[in-house]
């Protein structure tokens, strides 16, 4: 067993050390050192007794951790979905032999070591926190080579959704696709989710086209200066200015 651990011991009996156990018949200590227990047996009828006598060994607690990065807001980490990820685990007691394991396995590559890639698909099974959905949780384990003692942590994590980012929209004002809408995989659209999102275009020559900060009003196929650009394939980065979302960069076309 582990330091500073909760064991619990079954027995018809009484412990002996009734100022240490209470003299229960089920006895939970927490056990920092090398302990003898001495358990005093008696039948039903009170007549016959018997004295067991236990002596536990104590092994140091292994204290696995996971490493927090840029990514963790407080204690929880935040992921896009479908997106791999990073994540790295340690312990925090010196010259120990152990076994690395990450669960739900399902999320890891690999799931035995210590540094191990997560990738949570956007179709996951989430549950609810904080009134809101799309987190899920995650598990690093460490088992002690020579001692089989197993420590574990677990943290929440936050998955992001899926951005859908068309790559071509037709502004000849038939009203089907006539602006370049941005939302997420769920339908809602992009300005909701980052409101601090900045888009801009650019044509062929580098060029900026157009720019919007915030993206309430989706790009319509004009120029900043209000003519109608031709047809033909530009070029975007969007910042999402939002933890856990890096810049995207792609092209989009124009078709009349």
Known sequence: MSLNQWFGINARGSFIDLSAYNGQPLAQAI???????????????????????????????????????????????????????????????????????????????????????????????????????????????????????????????????????????????DGIHDTWGIWDISGVPINALFPQIEVEVFNRWGSRVFYSKGYEKPWNGKSINGGDLPVGTYYYVIKFNKQGYGAQVGSVTILR
């Open 31 to 173: 056990i920092d050192t090398l302990t003898t227990f001495n358990l005093l047996m008696t039948d039903n009828s009170g007549e016959c007794q018997d004295l067991a006598t236990a002596l536990v060994t104590v092994y140091p607690k292994i204290g696995v951790e996971i490493i927090k990065d840029n990514n963790f807001e407080g204690d929880t980490l935040v992921v896009l979905a479908n997106s791999p990820y990073e994540v790295a685990s340690q312990i925090t007691t010196l010259n120990m032999d152990v076994v690395y394991y990450w669960k739900d396995p399902v999320l890891f590559s690999p799931t035995d070591n210590s540094i191990s890639n997560i990738l949570v698909p956007q179709t996951y099974s989430f549950y609810k926190q904080d009134n809101k959905w799309g987190y899920t949780q995650i598990y690093a384990m460490a088992m002690d080579t020579v001692t089989h003692c197993v420590d574990s942590v677990a943290i929440s994590v936050k998955v992001l959704k899926l951005i859908n980012i068309p790559n071509a929209f037709s502004p000849n004002g």
